[in-house]
């Protein structure tokens, strides 16, 4: 069964540290995404990579950083966090152009304390 | 940017009864997906829509795309408990691949 897979179902972080969230997965997609999802707010886009080493600003990209140096791996990095990168973090993948829709992680529950 | 409205926001249903959940874009839709959640996971991919006038189904689950290619619908039939939970669409106004998303529907099913 394909699947994106996020390292860590929760997280909890003090203020000022660095976090990094981890997402893998094994479909060769070229596309793969970082969103947060906040009641009321839905989900937010942001940093997407279309391919290893390219990396492009979504909606919400301050306060975090991106690295994909491998085709299956894509980390989002919370440089200092802070209380209001409290959030749901969800993963995704895709083929070019979305065919056969989009795959999602199970998502990471981030609090930061 | 591309504005994606869902209606309604919650929705509480007796089990066997049908309900529709809508999706209204700002824009042109390129590409419109339709997602489920349960509570604290992640998505399920339910439909991809593209054409105008496309509909599709699966199981108890029908979404259609408009033939302007702005709106699209979610019909549920004989609802079940299984049911439950919060339906998201995502929209491409374009190639590019990322997609925007609106803010869900949180569905109930009651006994």
């Known amino acids: 069964d394909v699947k994106v897979t996020q390292s860590s179902r929760y997280l909890v972080k003090r203020t000022g540290e660095k976090v990094f969230l981890e997402c893998v997965q094994d479909?060769?997609?070229?596309?793969m995404f970082w969103y947060r999802q906040d009641p009321g707010l839905g989900l937010r886009l942001i940093y997407f990579s279309y391919d290893v080493k390219m990396k492009e600003k979504g909606d919400i990209p301050e306060g975090y950083s991106v690295s994909r140096e491998k085709k299956e791996r894509f980390s989002l990095i919370l440089e200092s966090a802070s209380t209001n990168q409290t959030s749901m973090y969800l993963c995704?993948?895709?083929?070019?152009?979305?065919?056969?829709?989009?795959?999602f992680g199970s998502g990471t529950r981030l609090t930061v304390v | 940017s591309q504005e994606l409205e869902q209606s309604p926001q919650s929705l509480i249903v007796q089990e066997g009864k049908n309900l529709t959940i809508n999706c209204t874009s700002s824009?042109?839709?390129?590409?419109l997906y339709w997602y489920k959640q349960k509570y604290g996971e992640g998505l399920i991919f339910l439909m991809m829509l593209q054409k105008g006038g496309e509909e599709k189904s699966h199981e108890k689950i029908t979404a259609k795309l408009d033939e302007k290619k702005q709106q699209s619908s979610l019909h549920i039939t004989a609802s079940q408990p299984s049911h439950a939970g919060i339906y998201l669409c995502?929209?491409?106004?374009?190639?590019?691949?990322?997609?925007?998303f609106g803010t869900g529907t949180r569905l109930q099913v009651t006994l």
């Open positions: 824009k042109t839709l390129y590409g």
């Open positions: 995502g929209a491409s106004t374009g190639t590019a691949s990322k997609l925007t």
């Open positions: 995704a993948s895709s083929p070019p152009q979305g065919r056969s829709g989009y795959t």
């Open positions: 479909m060769d997609h070229e596309n």
